[in-house]
């Protein structure tokens, strides 16, 4: 049963793949052949799916058959006790409104782009949770009670109270533009009473991390380079605070940039 680190790597990698999880799911039905999983499934790259989570030691392979293994399958129970994989019920929520813009002004990393605020009506307090899987690199954080989500360059963070920002705009028509699909997507999901199940965890490469670092390769951080930084904070060896030159007035969009790009790791 998987219990160290390493381990838990592998379930958390077997799992994070949509297939994977529908093969699971199917095979909470009991022994099945492999031929009816594809039929069901669909049989591209079939053989590496269950490879996979058979190394998870989340299902057993037998001859042209799997089956969930005792662990697979307390592990599924243990995902709906908690209620997880379910579609979340928003038939309550109201549809939005994203009111005026009350401020466009001046990136400070970024002159030429623009900070924006605008307020959204009703303010969707808890419900914002749930809302987090109907945006591809969307992040709920609990600890501040938002929504931020990023779309190319342009972060946008929706908070409990009803304030969003956004960050990066080119102008005002393209923050009224980018609003209108916000508040679109959200009265969708409303009108249809549910939201997506949480999807599978989107992946951040160093590189990506590294974009947005300073790049001096100054040290300060006691590390070799920006690059090895990172690295480094890919793997959770180090937090964005020793960074410190990304507290400076310059970097601040790189450092929500940064701090978004964290949530995914
Ligand atoms: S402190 Fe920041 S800028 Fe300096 S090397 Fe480390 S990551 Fe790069």
Do not use: W
């Not at 093969?23 to 052949?33: A, D, P, Q, R």
């Not at 109907?134 to 989500?149: E, K, Q, T, V």
Request: aromatic content about 6%; proline content about 5%; overall charge positive.
């Amino acid at each position: 049963m998987p219990g160290n680190p390493n381990e838990i790597k592998l379930v958390n990698n077997a799992m994070a793949n949509a297939t994977r999880r529908k093969i699971m799911n199917f095979l909470e039905k009991g022994e099945t052949s492999t031929e009816e999983i594809g039929g069901e499934i669909g049989k591209t790259m079939l053989d590496f799916h269950l490879k996979v989570l058979q190394q998870a030691s989340l299902i057993e392979l037998g001859e042209g058959t799997a089956k969930l293994s005792e662990y697979g399958r307390n592990f599924l129970k243990g995902k709906a006790d908690k209620g997880e994989e379910k579609n979340a019920d928003i038939s309550k929520a109201k549809p939005v409104e994203i009111a005026e813009i009350r401020q466009l002004l001046p990136c400070i990393a970024n002159s030429s782009k623009f900070r924006v605020i605008a307020n959204m009506a009703p303010p969707l307090g808890g419900t914002l949770k749930v809302l987090e899987p109907l945006f591809p690199r969307g992040r709920y954080s609990d600890r501040i009670n938002a929504l931020i989500m990023q779309k190319g360059e342009i972060i946008t963070t929706i908070y409990g109270t009803g304030k969003v920002t956004m960050t990066m705009i080119k102008n005002e028509g393209e923050a009224g533009e980018a609003l209108e699909n916000l508040r679109n997507t959200i009265n969708e999901a409303i009108a249809k009473g549910v939201v997506p199940a949480p999807r599978e965890k989107v992946r951040v490469e160093p590189m990506e991390i590294y974009k947005y670092l300073p790049q001096t390769n100054c040290g300060k951080c006691s590390e070799q380079s920006c690059y090895t930084f990172a690295i480094k904070l890919m793997s959770g060896e180090v937090s964005l605070d020793k960074c410190t030159p990304l507290k400076e007035p310059g970097y601040v969009t790189n450092f929500e940039h940064l701090q978004v790009l964290s949530a995914y790791i």
